[in-house]
């Protein structure tokens, strides 16, 4: 794995990763991580990844170790910010993948950048808010609905929020629980120092998915296969059932006996999908 420090026209720094520089025969996937995570691409698929041949590339969000803060960011300007990371490594047209926000994250760029993005995978992401026919609350964890509620006010209220002390419950069902004892153990490696940097990464996070993502779902243009645990009560599966019905070209797995986190047991399979439809669109 390459990391490196990318500095950006805004004069902005993103801490990048590369599993594979310069190799152009691979298809690259950016990779887009959870709140609050950092960066890294998802380990337990490397195995996977290199039978099928492919090439993770991600950053840190603005606000997560070493990418600067990005105070208004949304999903569309991330997007933008993938773009710059493609271009510095001389990578044209790519494919994505995100879990629970960054499966929005992933929505978002491939809304911004159009047929750039090859295809998108999204386990367990958001809907925008505020779209017709989703109660967007609906069925959320209190301390979600708590942490939530507070980012639609505004950055100062989800930081006062912060600083209260509230804590955040994720109330994990079991069958979560039951996956941090095997290969995707690999979360805590990412989630425990996400807010080292400080805690405007997650906080900017949340008010990112109240904001509008700054480019229409109807700008995917690429295929999108989206999955979905039916006991998700930290982002209700109803979000990716939206999603589907909504989007041009998406296919829904949804698994009924499983959550936010137990969900990543399907996203090995999920890379044949995406190999599978980056070579149809070359």
């Excluded at 990844?49 to 590339?57: C, H, I």
């Excluded at 904001?211 to 930290?234: C, F, K, N, S």
Aim: hydrophobic share 40%.
């Amino acid at each position: 794995m390459n990391e490196t420090d990318l500095r950006l026209p805004d004069g902005r720094t993103l801490h990048v990763y590369d599993t594979h520089p310069g190799d152009d025969a691979r298809v690259a996937v950016f990779w887009h991580h959870g709140t609050p995570n950092l960066g890294m691409p998802p380990e337990p698929l490397f195995e996977a990844s290199d039978q099928l041949g492919l090439r993770w590339v991600s950053f840190d969000r603005p606000g997560y170790g070493g990418s600067t803060v990005a105070p208004g960011r949304t999903t569309g300007s991330v997007g933008r910010d993938v773009a710059h990371v493609a271009d510095a490594l001389g990578i044209g047209p790519f494919t994505v993948m995100g879990h629970s926000g960054g499966g929005s994250y992933a929505l978002g760029c491939a809304a911004v950048l159009h047929d750039r993005v090859q295809a998108v995978v999204s386990l367990a992401g958001l809907a925008p808010y505020g779209v017709p026919g989703l109660d967007w609350f609906g069925g959320m964890i209190p301390s979600g609905v708590t942490a939530l509620t507070a980012a639609r006010e505004g950055r100062e209220a989800r930081a006062a929020l912060d600083a209260s002390g509230e804590q955040y419950d994720p109330e994990f069902a079991p069958v979560d629980e039951a996956l941090f004892s095997g290969p995707w153990s690999w979360l805590g490696k990412v989630a425990g120092p996400a807010l080292d940097a400080g805690p405007y990464g997650q906080i900017d996070d949340d008010v990112s998915y109240l904001l509008p993502w700054g480019a229409e779902l109807d700008a995917v243009t690429a295929p999108v296969l989206l999955l979905h645990g039916g006991l998700d009560r930290i982002v209700p599966a109803a979000h990716s059932r939206w999603l589907a019905a909504n989007l041009a070209a998406a296919e829904l797995a949804e698994h009924p006996d499983d959550s936010h986190i137990s969900i990543l047991r399907h996203a090995e399979p999920a890379l044949d999908w995406l190999r599978d439809r980056a070579d149809q669109a070359r």
